[in-house]
């Protein structure tokens, strides 16, 4: 079983970009298909961005053409570069396989988007 850890979030003001890690504590060369999901407060958990071995990838409606899913096998790692930050981004941002397995959730982290 894979261990996912996610890093990477912070404060950052509208228009702004930051770079999501996940990295993995195994192989993920093996996983289909992984996925970035995001809680944001009083809301339930929504998927942003998917990506398949095979290099496919799709994107939520609402940030497509700002973020990007990116995967490299060789370091185990899988990131989510978000560009032209909106408020409404602010979420804490996960990690998983797709479909999402439960007993693959870690704790997220939190990216605060300042109007």
């Known amino acids: 079983q894979v261990h996912l850890v996610e890093s990477g979030g912070g404060l950052v003001q509208t228009g702004g970009s930051l770079r999501l890690s996940c990295a993995a504590s195994?192989?993920?060369?093996?996983?289909?298909?992984m996925a970035w999901y995001r809680q944001a407060p009083g809301k339930q958990r929504s998927l942003v961005a998917q990506m398949f071995n095979g290099g496919s990838t799709m994107y939520a409606d609402t940030v497509k053409g700002r973020f990007t899913i990116s995967r490299d096998n060789a370091k185990n790692t899988m990131y989510l570069q978000m560009n032209s930050l909106k408020a409404e981004d602010t979420a804490v941002y996960y990690c998983?396989?797709?479909?999402?397995?439960?007993?693959?959730w870690g704790q997220g982290t939190q990216v605060t988007v300042s109007s």
């Open positions: 998983n396989l797709w479909p999402p397995r439960q007993d693959h």
């Open positions: 195994g192989s993920i060369s093996s996983i289909n298909a």
